[in-house]
């Protein structure tokens, strides 16, 4: 057997098609970024780098838990032979329920959060408000979608969505426009539509079934929230951390933003086999195959370290070069910072697949324990007297290593992880 050919076999099944669109809308945040920075100033990327943070930390973390659920469940009925309509009806509930919890606040401290992040422009807080609701929209359907194992149409979302943000920033910065709203409402735009596309393919495959209790979504949900908030902190904090420490330091800022992005290529893979791996576990753990879901596991945290470490290679060698070309970010960082952002990409990555293992075998108490340990490892160096810098980079990595070192322990002290190894 080839390599390709083994490589394929390690993934859980539908990644080839959620891994295209993955690609396309990986690098369509690499257009849409380097669209921005080619096209704004230096103040205006700032805020627009702080937004997409928020959208990329916040929205993602609360949001995505509720596709993690869906998915979850739905996979499970399926298994059972249930219909999934009713799923689908909680879900949404329950996203639009996050959606208002969110935007209550935004609309009663719109003024403030401007000027504390956005240099007082308000219609940036309207531009985050929509990108929340947009994600609120997309993680029900994609739940569903990868639940169900209709793959090609999730990767088919994923593709849309690149494309269109490809479309709409390329063509704004072929026109000269300048506008951060503009660039900003692409996140809202782009993911809408995609959407609207796919829903078809959502509800051919949601037959109706069995009532769905709350208690299938809601029960490990407040800790899965706190889970992937965390994490999400953990992973983009940098940049808001630096905007709210050095004020002035808009250069900092943007080209952190764009650096974050550059050395996180990997996660743009990873996020190709994240949505089929946790069904894959999901459907190993309802049908009682324990030798699968392990085999599953060890393979996915293999070829999750195997890349990291291969796109930590390249960021390092070029990362400095290809800043400043690609995203017209100010030429402030070397070698060393994309080393640290590189390890802390590759130790986060382990984490999510740690976290699946954690979420599907029942400890999600454990999980948000350990994203807990990282992010005060974090703030902790954060708030050190070391360079601002290097002290921001260093917690990434470092709080990652802590979030590891939390998952791996537990998983060793559970008998079904611990045979993985023997």
Same mark, same amino acid.
Do not use: C, K, N
């Given at each position: 057997m080839s390599l390709l050919d083994r490589i394929t076999t390690a993934l859980p099944r539908g990644t080839a098609f959620v891994g295209v669109g993955t690609v396309v809308l990986g690098g369509a945040n690499y257009v849409h970024l380097a669209a921005a920075g080619h096209s704004l100033s230096v103040d205006d990327m700032a805020s627009f780098s702080v937004l997409w943070t928020v959208v990329a930390s916040i929205g993602l973390g609360l949001f995505f838990p509720v596709?993690?659920?869906?998915?979850?469940?739905?996979?499970?009925r399926v298994v059972a032979g249930d219909g999934a309509l009713p799923v689908l009806r909680r879900g949404a509930a329950l996203s639009f329920a996050l959606l208002a919890a969110v935007l209550v606040p935004l609309g009663l @401290?719109?003024?403030q959060l401007a000027d504390l992040f956005f240099h007082g422009d308000r219609s940036l807080v309207l531009a985050l408000g929509g990108a929340f609701a947009a994600l609120a929209c997309a993680h029900v359907t994609r739940g569903m979608l990868a639940g169900l194992g209709r793959f090609e149409a999730y990767g088919f979302q994923l593709g849309l969505?690149?494309?269109l943000r490809i479309g709409l920033s390329a063509a704004m910065a072929l026109a000269g426009v300048t506008s951060v709203f503009a660039f900003a409402m692409v996140m809202t735009v782009a993911p809408v539509i995609s959407v609207l596309v796919t829903?078809?393919?959502? @509800? &051919?495959?949601a037959r109706a079934g069995s009532t769905a209790r709350w208690g299938e979504l809601i029960e490990h949900l407040g800790l899965l929230v706190g889970s992937t908030l965390l994490a999400q902190v953990l992973v983009n904090i940098a940049v808001i951390s630096t905007k709210l420490i050095a004020t002035d330091d808009n250069?900092?800022?943007?080209?952190?933003? %764009?650096?974050?992005?550059?050395?996180r290529v990997p996660l743009f893979a990873f996020g190709? @086999?994240?949505?089929?791996?946790?069904?894959? $576990?999901s459907t190993a753990q309802a049908e009682g195959d324990t030798r699968g879901y392990r085999r599953m596991l060890l393979r996915a945290s293999a070829i999750t370290l195997g890349l990291g470490a291969a796109f930590g290679i390249g960021a390092v060698a070029l990362g400095p070069v290809l800043l400043p070309m690609l995203f017209g970010a100010p030429d402030v960082l070397g070698p060393v910072d994309f080393a640290w952002l590189s390890i802390g990409t590759t130790l986060y990555m382990l984490a999510?697949?740690?976290?699946?293992?954690?979420?599907? %075998?029942?400890?999600?108490?454990q999980q948000l324990l350990a994203w807990v340990v990282g992010t005060v490892v974090l703030g902790a160096i954060?708030?050190?007297? $070391?360079?601002? &810098?290097?002290?921001?980079?260093?917690a990434y990595a470092v709080g990652s290593l802590a979030v590891v070192t939390s998952m791996t322990l537990v998983l060793r002290s559970r008998v079904g992880y611990r045979s993985v190894h023997s």
């Open positions: 596709e993690q659920e869906i998915t979850r469940v739905v996979a499970a @401290f719109a003024d969505d690149g494309l829903l078809p393919s959502v @509800f &051919r495959g250069a900092l800022v943007a080209a952190l933003l %764009s650096a974050l992005v550059l050395a190709a @086999f994240q949505a089929s791996l946790l069904a894959g $576990l999510m697949v740690l976290g699946q293992a954690l979420l599907t %075998s029942g400890a999600a108490r954060t708030l050190s007297p $070391l360079e601002l &810098r290097t002290r921001v980079e260093i």
